[in-house]
């Protein structure tokens, strides 16, 4: 594409800002959407997609609510923010959600559908999840595909995130770069993705806590949206 065809492009459409925000959402719950609405406000996003992930035939025995059931509680808490989409990338073709999904590839096909001049990919991670990165399928290209905004969580030290990169991926020190956002706010830059850290935000709600209070018919009031509570209670969910 010339320089002239891009601007063209960018002129009919202005670039787009999109987050991914994957997990199992077993239930989504307000610690989740804590996390995406303070990205939201630091990066202001046009979309923020959360992506149920799919359950692999393999893991059909480990303990997870069935796709149909996170989806609809993802689409329920969805329905309050104009800009968060529920996401079927990782459904599979039938929508069962039993195929096994590598979030390079579901990276590779959010690329793909937001291709226009500028647009950008973000990718939201709690830093639990983050630290276990390394054995995610091609996690050093996955890193280059996109920025990463890292949600810290108690206990969890900025040094030990950066660790997890590997030191051939990160980019010099670039004084322009390093003006633009204080360190704190910056794991690192590589070279044409940076990693960002999010502070501050992260609860101590998990869905292990909701799923156990569910269980023993304890109340999950404030701990996900009152949709959720209301679909967890009517289909029985957890118990
Ligand atoms: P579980 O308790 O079942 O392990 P979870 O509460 O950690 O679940 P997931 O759906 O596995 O929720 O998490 C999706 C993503 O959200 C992960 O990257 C995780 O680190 C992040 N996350 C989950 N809970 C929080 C929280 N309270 N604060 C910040 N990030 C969170």
Redesign the pocket.
């Given at each position: 594409m010339t320089i002239a065809q891009a601007h063209r492009t960018a002129a009919k459409h202005p670039p787009r800002r999109v987050a991914l925000?994957?997990?199992?959402?077993?239930p989504?719950?307000?610690?989740?959407l804590?996390?995406a609405r303070a990205a939201d406000r630091r990066f202001n996003f046009d979309e923020i997609h959360f992506i149920p992930?799919s359950r692999p035939p393999h893991k059909l025995k480990q303990h997870l609510a069935p796709f149909p059931h996170r989806f609809a509680m993802a689409s329920l808490a969805c329905a309050e923010h104009p800009h968060f989409v529920p996401s079927l990338a990782e459904a599979g073709e039938d929508f069962a959600g039993t195929q096994l999904h590598y979030s390079v590839d579901t990276v590779r096909y959010f690329r793909h559908a937001y291709n226009h001049h500028g647009d950008r990919i973000y990718f939201?991670?709690?830093?639990?999840?983050?630290l276990d990165i390394p054995v995610w399928k091609e996690y050093d290209t996955l890193l280059g595909l996109c920025d990463f905004i890292v949600?810290?969580?108690p206990g969890i030290r900025a040094e030990a995130l950066r660790l997890v990169i590997p030191p051939d991926l990160i980019a010099r020190p670039d004084a322009k770069k390093e003006a633009e956002q204080s360190p704190s706010q910056v794991i690192a830059h590589l070279r044409g993705t940076s990693i960002y850290l999010l502070e501050n935000?992260?609860?101590?709600?998990?869905?292990?806590?909701?799923?156990r209070r569910a269980n023993r018919g304890q109340s999950i009031h404030g701990l996900v949206s009152v949709r959720v509570e209301e679909y967890i209670l009517k289909q029985g969910l957890y118990r």
């Open positions: 925000f994957g997990g199992s959402f077993d989504i719950h307000s610690g989740h804590a996390v992930a939201i991670i709690g830093a639990d999840a983050f949600a810290n969580r935000i992260s609860s101590e709600v998990s869905a292990t806590d909701i799923r």
